[in-house]
């Protein structure tokens, strides 16, 4: 029986990881979990996910509780929630750069860390995976794409991989003329094709900054350089990554796109358990692909620049996409104004690497700076 701690319970990741706890309940058993500032939700989660057991550790990580049911609060009642509860794996479905510090605190503490948040690996890979291997513990992607990557190179072996393929949908705006884009609403872009998810991640979606931070996360998980990361257009959302082997034969994870299935994956690995949430038979299933075209999506052509131009880079993407993103979703700007947010803020000098997470948060914050004077700018 796996114990099992859920950063972000309230959220989708969150949500899903709980049905999935629920469905194998002879394999996991929950021992703690936590949210932002929803408390209501927190506590009603709580009621409904531990109806037949005792009452779990909770903690409100953005907000002081008002129930004292929820006995941890703060960022550092966060930590200690994790450090001092017993479990096997910690599930950080937390948003944003926020979901660093828990990643931190899983690893120190003797966790598994079943990851949703991929801005701990954008910002911070080789000191997480540094971590992770000084203390024996894996790191178990949960995105979709990454999920389908980690399976495949278990089994085929990451030295027979010659370069992977990460499949996108498109956002929602895929097939909308470039020259639209300059009136494009809040509502259109949450209008995903395929997926159900949170506001700031769709809106991700939409600008293929999302894909970007993926590509930075495939690179640093799996070792791999930017030109071994391809990625395609792929609208049904039913093959979740390629991997392309040395002799040139091409692999695919293909399932109907239902995060309960890469959750699962993470949670049961190294065993697989039987499962059909995300059964596909591709007979009344089609599937098509296409090439990006990256005119649409400049935030992904500057994810691989970042990428490139080394760690302090990648943190500066994702705290500058974070700024314009939240400045896009107050009304401040519009949505192909979140380039010329990204754009000059990866024009400073970052450092190459990065000594500490000490160091990974003072580039966070100088990036901020960076971008919120480009969104006054502009506003």
């Known amino acids: 029986m796996k114990r099992i701690i859920v950063i972000g319970a309230t959220g989708s990741i969150g949500t899903q990881t709980l049905d999935v706890l629920h469905r194998h309940k ?23 996910a531990t109806k037949s057991g005792n009452p779990i550790p909770l903690c409100l990580s953005g907000a002081v509780p008002s129930d004292d049911r929820i006995q941890y609060f703060g960022t550092d009642g966060l930590d200690r929630l994790i450090r001092e509860t017993e479990a096997d794996i910690v599930v950080n479905a937390a948003a944003g750069a926020a979901g660093l510090e828990p990643s931190i605190a899983a690893l120190e ?25 000084g203390n024996g513990r894996r790191v ?19 030295n027979n991989i010659k370069e992977v393929l990460l499949t ?24 995903h094709p395929t ?18 931070l993926e590509v930075i996360e495939a690179a640093r998980l799996f070792g791999l350089a930017s030109r071994e990361i391809k990625v395609v257009i792929h ?19 293909v399932s109907k796109p239902d995060m309960r299935l890469p959750i699962l994956t993470a949670l049961a690995w190294p065993q697989m358990l039987d499962e059909d949430v995300a059964d596909l038979d591709p007979a009344f299933f089609p599937m098509s692909f296409r090439p990006v075209d990256y005119g649409r999506y400049p935030l992904l052509t500057l994810a691989y ?41 990866l024009e400073k000098a970052w450092p190459v690497m990065l000594a500490d997470i000490t160091e990974v948060i003072e580039v966070d914050k100088a990036a901020r700076i960076v971008a919120a004077r480009k969104v006054q700018e502009i506003e």
């Open 109 to 133: 503490s003797g966790k598994d860390l079943a990851l949703a948040n991929k801005e701990s690996i954008v910002m911070a890979g080789r000191i997480v995976l540094d971590l992770a291997k």
């Open 305 to 345: 620049d970042a990428l490139d131009s080394g760690e302090g880079a990648t943190v500066a993407y994702n705290a500058a996409n974070e700024v314009a993103v939240e400045a896009f979703m107050d009304g401040r700007l519009r949505f192909i104004d979140l380039e010329r947010i990204l754009a000059p803020t």
């Open 235 to 253: 609208p049904e959302s039913r093959v979740h990554s390629f991997i392309r082997t040395r002799d040139g034969s091409l692999y695919a994870q």
């Open 195 to 212: 997926w159900s998810m949170g506001a700031k991640i769709t809106v991700d979606s939409a600008s293929m900054a999302n894909k970007g």
């Open 168 to 191: 996108a949908s498109g956002g929602a705006f895929r097939d909308l003329p470039i020259e639209s884009l300059s009136k494009v609403s809040l509502a259109d872009a949450l209008s």
């Open 26 to 48: 002879d394999r996991f058993t929950l021992t703690g979990m936590s949210a932002h500032t929803n408390e209501s939700s927190l506590l009603q989660t709580a009621a409904n």
């Open 140 to 158: 178990l992607p949960v995105d979709s794409e990454h999920a389908a990557i980690f399976s495949m190179v278990e089994r085929f072996g990451k």
